[in-house]
């Protein structure tokens, strides 16, 4: 409790200050009483790359938590990226989005807990060209190559696999 001293004064035309009375009040602040409610934290995972011909990617929102213990939902939702992918469950804090083309996309999770208060965490997703791919959309076969030296000779062999 803090003590405040109230002064009350009348100021007169001829310029004397009179005191009309001088008394200690007890106030007290007003603080919110904490609702014991905290706010979960969102954990939408690490960042991850793909590459096509890839095109499913999984997306895991379990390493969020609540202080109390009290998630109620999870939701996940697109925020930039390609349209025409497919969430499985949009609902769940470990889902799977499939149908991805090319391109950067940011997955965001947004948990919420009974209370009704919630947390935002995002997720990028890097979906590669198929690096086998020529640009003229034919498929590039790769053959392994193994080139082994001969210190004591002048001639290479090449071993194809």
Do not use: H
Not at 34 to 50: E, M, W
Not at 63 to 72: E, L, M, R, V
């Amino acid at each position: 409790m803090k003590s405040l001293l109230k002064i009350s004064a009348c100021i007169f035309f001829s310029g004397m200050l009179i005191f009309t009375s001088c008394k200690k009040e007890s106030t007290q602040a007003i603080t919110p009483a904490p609702s014991g409610n905290k706010p979960p934290i969102a954990n939408a995972g690490v960042d991850q790359t793909i590459i096509l011909p890839n095109t499913i990617i999984g997306l895991d929102g379990r390493g969020s938590a609540d202080p109390d213990n009290n998630i109620t939902n999870y939701l996940w939702t697109n925020i930039s990226g390609a349209i025409g992918f497919t969430i499985a469950n949009a609902n769940a804090a470990q889902t799977q989005v499939s149908n991805l083309v090319e391109g950067v996309y940011q997955f965001e999770l947004k948990v919420t807990d009974a209370g009704g208060l919630f947390d935002r965490d995002t997720v990028q997703v890097t979906v590669n060209p198929d690096i086998y791919r020529l640009y003229n959309g034919k498929s590039l076969s790769v053959v392994p190559v193994l080139i082994l030296l001969n210190p004591f000779s002048p001639r290479r062999t090449v071993v194809i696999l």
